[in-house]
């Protein structure tokens, strides 16, 4: 819905909402909603549907705008009297208007950030109290998939009339070394009683669990500072403490603190709140990168879309950890949250695992990306939505670069600058910790001045450009904002093997040779040359980590803006493809751009980023796999990924050659093989040693399946959750390459199959279904227990002329 200025303010800028005349029967008091749904949060409506063709593949084909409306009963004790309630809601999608006992109170439009609304003067104590919350997301406001709905948790706080403004603490270390450390904390104090108080406030300061919370005695601790607050007054206060030899917050041991906050009235504690923080210190260097603690921490990193995969936009802390062990195996320390504030539990989790975060704010300013994006809100909601963000995240230790935007028009307009300081200094008064960056994709914007208003600036897709940028800006530091945006399907491979960045098309696939891209992009292998000749380069954020929902280049709406190619001559390439397939819909729902695909199951890139990522590890890959009947005789290239400096590969005990990396070499290539069955071996070597071996084999044909669970025992909470991958072996148990079986989950116990998935961009099967193929080899399963259970779940896999399998889960 467009801007909409008679909602309530709930900040320094009136929401979008309902229009006036609207039938607004849902928010009554006194509705009937004993026939509505009832569910859990958070929820999207989106990913629950099934998937529309006639959709725009942009956005996933899944139905995820209109209006909706949630509605929740609450009862309120007597001793809620005098009491602050507030509602905060971590994420709504998207221009929320929330109803309190039928009465408009407030509401936000930007569907990504975090809002509050204080309800203290509308719930009545002692009674039945109505909250209802409508949503409106409108069609042609996404590039991507961004889901419908409560997405993100929904939290009623309740506080005494004397509080802390939780969203108001600040925690920073201003002085960090190995020996000493200064902790600052600035507390807010509010008196929303009737009358004049006398306040007083403490700091204490504790080493941290792994969940965040104080543990042991005070390190350290603040005198009561006494303040006599007036009705309404609101009261800073400023606090320096002082560790000796501080546990470091860092990406190889996240050592985390807790500020307990403790406010007093007549010797009687009125409110307390834990802030989690971490001791370090961090800085950007043009000629050295990035710097934690003293040291040179080069940026490993990936872009994420805010989607979990099968399970949409609905955020699931398991869900995310799960992606972020998945990243960290790889060897990723670094995050960018393209292109939106992310879910609070995701930065909770970065803090506690150890990954330093770029927090990316928005997509668009003033110029529209789509109709009706958030262009039309920039006007009147851009500064409470920098102040709202950085507020509530900038005590998380794991944020390192607040960045104000993403791929903007205004990069290459005289406005740009003026709209970018603007920003900026709105973000430094309110953390002038941290520097500012954007995602810059207009080559001229390095050169123009618009440079001049951030502290660190992130190309995207310019690794030829690294060099240039730094002899015109010396004191600027880079980076790569966004790299690569290569393009493959796990597991399919394409032949002919060409270095044509716009091949590799096979049906609605793109070959996992890893060598394709969109015109813009490049493989991986550029990025890293471009890094490797210009070290001062502070790193990079691979387009993507996981594929996401929507955007599913080189398949997005039809055939005329297939792959978005660059040249007549790859267009008409790509046109015989779609005529050969025979079709102008495209059925993609997903991208392809992901290290992972969208199950979270590795593709072959993800070999290649290790053995340079974790460069001390082991590590040998080998591609494609080596079930060809139908090219006995074709020559069939043969790729290497290894973090050993050469290797030889041998082919039924045949050697193949020996193979050494030379300068801006990062893959091993036998382009020359011909293909017959049998088994592929590499052997790696680390300066003449042998460092690591790997081998495909041909297999025999799918006779059973195999289950194995993430985690066999998960909390019976609703909410936690196994990932359980189903693989079609062999007799030997070994996956087979190509095979497409039809699925079938069947669940035994008090326990949930969430949904399914196998990765397949074209597959166009609900999430809900019981029922899936697997797409080649594999599948994905994700189960979870009924709250409460406390009786093992077994989970059971069956496919026709293929022996069963079956998982067994316990509660925790």
């Given at each position: 819905?467009?801007?909409?200025?008679w909602?309530?303010?709930t900040?320094?800028?009136p929401?979008?909402?309902?229009?006036?005349?609207?039938?607004?029967?849902?928010?009554?008091?006194?509705?009937?909603?004993?026939?509505?749904?009832?569910?859990?949060?958070?929820?999207?409506?989106?990913?629950?549907?099934?998937?529309?063709?006639?959709?725009?593949?942009e956005?996933?084909?899944?139905?995820?705008?209109?209006?909706?409306?949630?509605?929740?009963?609450?009862?309120?004790?007597a001793?809620d009297?005098g009491?602050?309630i507030?509602?905060?809601?971590?994420?709504?999608?998207s221009?929320?208007?929330?109803?309190?006992?039928?009465?408009?109170?407030?509401?936000?439009?930007?569907g990504?950030?975090?809002?509050?609304?204080d309800?203290?003067?509308c719930?009545?104590?002692g009674?039945?109290?109505?909250l209802a919350?409508?949503?409106?997301?409108?069609a042609?406001?996404?590039?991507?998939?961004?889901?419908?709905?409560?997405?993100r948790?929904?939290w009623?706080t309740?506080?005494?009339?004397?509080?802390?403004?939780?969203?108001?603490?600040?925690?920073?270390?201003?002085?960090?070394?190995?020996?000493?450390?200064?902790?600052a904390?600035?507390?807010?104090?509010?008196?929303?009683?009737?009358?004049p108080?006398?306040?007083?406030?403490?700091?204490?300061?504790?080493?941290?669990?792994a969940?965040?919370?104080p543990v042991?005695a005070?390190l350290?601790?603040?005198?009561?500072?006494?303040?006599?607050?007036?009705?309404?007054?609101?009261?800073?206060f400023?606090f320096?403490?002082?560790?000796?030899?501080?546990?470091?917050?860092?990406?190889?041991?996240?050592?985390?603190?807790?500020?307990?906050?403790?406010?007093?009235?007549?010797?009687?504690?009125?409110?307390?709140?834990?802030?989690?923080?971490?001791?370090?210190?961090?800085?950007?260097?043009?000629?050295d990168?990035?710097?934690?603690?003293?040291?040179?921490?080069?940026?490993k990193?990936?872009?994420?879309?805010h989607?979990?995969?099968?399970?949409?936009?609905?955020f699931?802390?398991?869900?995310?950890?799960?992606?972020?062990?998945l990243?960290?195996e790889?060897?990723?320390?670094?995050?960018?949250?393209?292109h939106?504030?992310?879910?609070?539990e995701?930065?909770?989790l970065t803090?506690?695992m150890?990954?330093?975060?770029i927090?990316?704010?928005?997509?668009?300013?003033?110029?529209a990306?789509?109709?009706?994006?958030y262009?039309?809100?920039?006007?009147?909601?851009?500064?409470?939505?920098?102040?709202t963000?950085?507020?509530?995240?900038?005590?998380?230790?794991?944020?390192?670069?607040w960045?104000?935007g993403?791929?903007?028009h205004?990069?290459?307009?005289?406005?740009?600058?003026?709209?970018?300081?603007?920003?900026?200094?709105?973000?430094?008064?309110?953390?002038p910790t941290?520097?500012?960056?954007?995602g810059?994709?207009?080559v001229?914007?390095?050169?123009?001045?618009?440079?001049?208003?951030?502290?660190?600036?992130?190309?995207n897709?310019?690794?030829?450009e690294?060099a240039?940028f730094?002899?015109?800006?010396?004191?600027?530091?880079l980076?790569?904002?966004?790299?690569?945006?290569?393009?493959?399907?796990?597991?399919?491979?394409?032949?002919?093997?060409?270095?044509?960045?716009?091949?590799?098309?096979?049906?609605?696939?793109?070959?996992s040779?890893?060598?394709?891209?969109?015109?813009?992009?490049?493989?991986?292998?550029v990025e890293?040359?471009?890094?490797?000749?210009?070290?001062?380069?502070?790193?990079?954020f691979?387009w993507t980590?996981f594929?996401?929902?929507g955007?599913?280049?080189?398949?997005?709406?039809?055939?005329?803006n297939?792959?978005?190619?660059?040249?007549?001559?790859?267009?008409a390439?790509?046109a015989?493809?779609?005529?050969?397939?025979?079709?102008?819909q495209?059925?993609?729902?997903?991208?392809?751009?992901?290290?992972?695909?969208?199950?979270?199951?590795?593709?072959?890139?993800?070999?290649?980023?290790?053995s340079?990522?974790?460069p001390?590890?082991?590590?040998?890959?080998?591609?494609p796999?080596?079930?060809?009947?139908?090219r006995?005789?074709?020559?069939?290239?043969?790729?290497?990924?290894?973090?050993?400096?050469?290797?030889?590969?041998?082919l039924n005990?045949?050697?193949?050659?020996?193979?050494?990396?030379?300068?801006g070499?990062?893959?091993?290539?036998?382009?020359?093989?011909?293909?017959?069955?049998?088994?592929?071996?590499?052997?790696a070597?680390w300066?003449?040693?042998?460092w690591?071996?790997?081998?495909v084999?041909?297999?025999?044909p799918?006779?059973?399946l195999?289950?194995?669970?993430?985690r066999?025992?998960?909390?019976?909470d609703g909410?936690?959750?196994?990932?359980?991958?189903?693989?079609?072996?062999?007799?030997a148990?070994?996956?087979?390459?190509?095979?497409?079986?039809?699925?079938?989950?069947?669940?035994?116990?008090?326990?949930?199959?969430v949904?399914?998935?196998?990765?397949?961009?074209?597959?166009?099967?609900?999430?809900?279904s019981?029922?899936?193929?697997a797409?080649?080899?594999?599948?994905?399963?994700?189960?979870?227990f009924?709250?409460?259970?406390?009786?093992p779940?077994t989970?059971?896999?069956t496919?026709?002329?293929?022996?069963?399998?079956?998982?067994?889960l316990h509660?925790r």
């Amino acid at each position: 819905m467009d801007f909409r200025p008679w909602l309530l303010k709930t900040s320094d800028a009136p929401p979008a909402g309902p229009a006036p005349g609207e039938d607004l029967v849902y928010a009554s008091r006194a509705f009937d909603d004993s026939g509505w749904r009832l569910l859990d949060l958070p929820h999207d409506w989106g990913v629950e549907s099934p998937f529309v063709q006639a959709l725009p593949g942009e956005t996933g084909k899944l139905p995820w705008h209109g209006v909706a409306w949630y509605r929740k009963r609450l009862h309120l004790t007597a001793a809620d009297a005098g009491r602050r309630i507030v509602l905060e809601v971590d994420g709504a999608l998207s221009n929320s208007a929330v109803f309190c006992n039928g009465r408009l109170v407030g509401g936000w439009a930007y569907g990504y950030m975090s809002f509050q609304v204080d309800l203290t003067g509308c719930l009545q104590a002692g009674a039945d109290n109505s909250l209802a919350i409508r949503l409106d997301n409108p069609a042609g406001s996404s590039r991507w998939y961004p889901g419908g709905g409560l997405y993100r948790h929904v939290w009623l706080t309740r506080t005494g009339a004397v509080h802390v403004l939780a969203d108001q603490q600040f925690v920073h270390t201003p002085e960090v070394s190995a020996e000493k450390a200064t902790v600052a904390v600035r507390s807010a104090v509010a008196n929303s009683s009737p009358g004049p108080v006398k306040a007083a406030v403490e700091v204490e300061i504790f080493r941290a669990d792994a969940q965040g919370r104080p543990v042991g005695a005070p390190l350290a601790r603040t005198r009561e500072l006494v303040h006599h607050l007036k009705p309404g007054a609101l009261q800073t206060f400023d606090f320096n403490l002082k560790l000796s030899r501080p546990a470091l917050w860092d990406v190889k041991s996240p050592h985390r603190h807790v500020a307990v906050t403790l406010v007093s009235q007549g010797g009687r504690l009125r409110d307390r709140v834990d802030t989690p923080f971490g001791i370090r210190q961090i800085a950007f260097k043009a000629d050295d990168g990035f710097h934690l603690n003293g040291r040179r921490v080069a940026l490993k990193g990936v872009c994420m879309h805010h989607d979990l995969g099968a399970l949409g936009a609905a955020f699931n802390v398991r869900a995310a950890e799960r992606q972020l062990e998945l990243l960290r195996e790889m060897g990723v320390n670094a995050l960018r949250t393209s292109h939106n504030p992310p879910a609070p539990e995701l930065l909770e989790l970065t803090d506690r695992m150890g990954f330093v975060v770029i927090n990316e704010l928005f997509d668009t300013w003033t110029q529209a990306k789509k109709p009706q994006d958030y262009h039309q809100h920039f006007p009147a909601w851009s500064e409470a939505d920098a102040r709202t963000w950085v507020r509530r995240d900038r005590n998380h230790p794991s944020v390192i670069l607040w960045s104000t935007g993403n791929e903007l028009h205004e990069l290459g307009m005289k406005m740009g600058p003026a709209v970018s300081n603007r920003l900026a200094n709105i973000v430094r008064s309110e953390d002038p910790t941290r520097l500012i960056t954007v995602g810059a994709h207009d080559v001229e914007s390095g050169f123009n001045g618009f440079q001049k208003t951030v502290g660190v600036f992130g190309y995207n897709y310019k690794p030829h450009e690294y060099a240039r940028f730094h002899r015109a800006n010396p004191t600027l530091p880079l980076y790569g904002s966004e790299t690569a945006s290569t393009v493959s399907s796990r597991g399919e491979y394409h032949f002919p093997v060409t270095d044509d960045k716009a091949g590799g098309l096979t049906g609605y696939h793109v070959s996992s040779y890893d060598l394709y891209s969109p015109w813009w992009a490049s493989s991986p292998d550029v990025e890293f040359r471009g890094q490797d000749q210009n070290r001062f380069v502070a790193g990079e954020f691979v387009w993507t980590g996981f594929d996401y929902l929507g955007e599913p280049t080189p398949f997005n709406d039809d055939a005329t803006n297939l792959f978005n190619f660059h040249t007549p001559e790859a267009r008409a390439r790509a046109a015989e493809e779609l005529a050969r397939l025979g079709t102008l819909q495209l059925p993609s729902r997903s991208s392809y751009f992901g290290i992972f695909d969208l199950a979270g199951f590795k593709k072959d890139r993800f070999w290649l980023y290790q053995s340079r990522w974790r460069p001390e590890l082991p590590s040998a890959h080998i591609l494609p796999h080596w079930n060809w009947p139908e090219r006995v005789g074709q020559v069939t290239p043969v790729h290497v990924y290894t973090s050993g400096d050469e290797a030889e590969l041998f082919l039924n005990g045949r050697s193949l050659g020996r193979r050494k990396k030379g300068d801006g070499e990062y893959r091993l290539r036998w382009n020359d093989v011909v293909y017959e069955p049998g088994e592929l071996t590499v052997v790696a070597y680390w300066k003449g040693q042998d460092w690591a071996r790997s081998r495909v084999v041909t297999t025999g044909p799918a006779q059973l399946l195999q289950l194995a669970a993430d985690r066999a025992e998960i909390r019976a909470d609703g909410r936690d959750l196994s990932f359980i991958t189903a693989t079609v072996v062999d007799q030997a148990g070994r996956a087979v390459p190509r095979s497409k079986p039809r699925l079938t989950f069947t669940i035994d116990g008090p326990g949930e199959l969430v949904a399914t998935d196998n990765g397949d961009p074209t597959d166009h099967t609900s999430f809900k279904s019981a029922q899936r193929h697997a797409f080649n080899a594999l599948a994905l399963a994700i189960v979870k227990f009924k709250p409460g259970a406390t009786q093992p779940v077994t989970l059971k896999v069956t496919a026709e002329g293929l022996a069963p399998a079956e998982v067994l889960l316990h509660p925790r």
